[in-house]
């Protein structure tokens, strides 16, 4: 059974571009949560998806948006990177009943220069 | 709004001694409480987690945690630790069976020989 699965694992930018970071959640989970982990921090809530639709957000700018697909699959995307997106991104996944467990990726490693 | 203090950026400890990571959260309603390792290069593992009930919770790899409602704190313990155990640990809080999960900036635990 594949866990949550993120890709890509590293990618580098420069400021002002824009990325899509791509994630599968663990077989069975609906719904997908993003988090960003600065260096020497600890994780940031994103925003939740579920059933297609963004259910929470964090406090993050609208740069940051997202998809879900009806498969349970989610994007992050960052429009006009800044050098202090440079973070590792986690995509992590639930299951249908809330009990509070999310199942992370491995993350996505952004370099803005 | 939920905080996570995680007061010690460091902890080193030797082989087989006993080990607690502190933690302690700020919140007007009640929350569930979190403990999560992230090994180098890897994304987050839940260690345990408290939603309701006992007050002494038991996790994976021998860890353990009290709730302690009136010290507004979650420690973690382990009665012998080994060189595997080597990690980031964080704690979390949520205000409920949600993913919006508020991390604490995390420990790191380092087990000497």
């Known amino acids: 059974d594949a866990g949550v699965t993120q890709s890509p694992t590293h990618l580098i930018k420069t400021r002002g571009q824009q990325v899509t970071l791509r994630c599968s959640p663990k077989?069975?989970?609906?719904?997908v949560s993003w988090y960003q982990q600065a260096l020497g921090q600890g994780p940031q809530f994103i925003f939740q998806y579920y059933e297609e639709e963004e259910r929470q957000r964090g406090n993050f700018p609208d740069r940051f948006s997202g998809h879900q697909f009806p498969n349970y699959s989610s994007e992050l995307n960052v429009n006009a990177l800044l050098l202090g997106d440079s973070a590792l991104y986690l995509c992590a996944s639930g299951l249908p009943l809330n009990t509070g467990e999310l199942f992370f990726g491995e993350g996505s490693r952004l370099t803005v220069l | 709004a939920q905080s996570v203090t995680q007061l010690d950026s460091q902890v080193p400890v030797f082989e087989e001694a006993p080990v607690e990571l502190r933690c302690n959260y700020s919140?007007?309603?009640?929350?569930?409480l979190f403990w999560y390792v992230q090994y180098p290069n890897q994304g987050l593992q839940l260690l345990l987690k408290y939603l309701s009930g006992s007050t002494l919770v038991k996790g994976i790899n021998g860890f353990e945690a009290e709730f302690n409602k009136s010290q507004t704190s979650f420690h973690l313990r382990k009665p012998s630790v080994h060189i595997s155990d080597t990690a980031e640990y964080f704690c979390?809080?949520?205000?409920?069976?949600?993913?919006?999960?508020?991390f604490g900036s995390g420990t790191r635990l380092l087990v000497r020989p």
């Open positions: 919140s007007s309603v009640s929350v569930y």
């Open positions: 979390a809080v949520s205000r409920d069976s949600s993913y919006k999960l508020i």
């Open positions: 077989s069975g989970h609906d719904t």
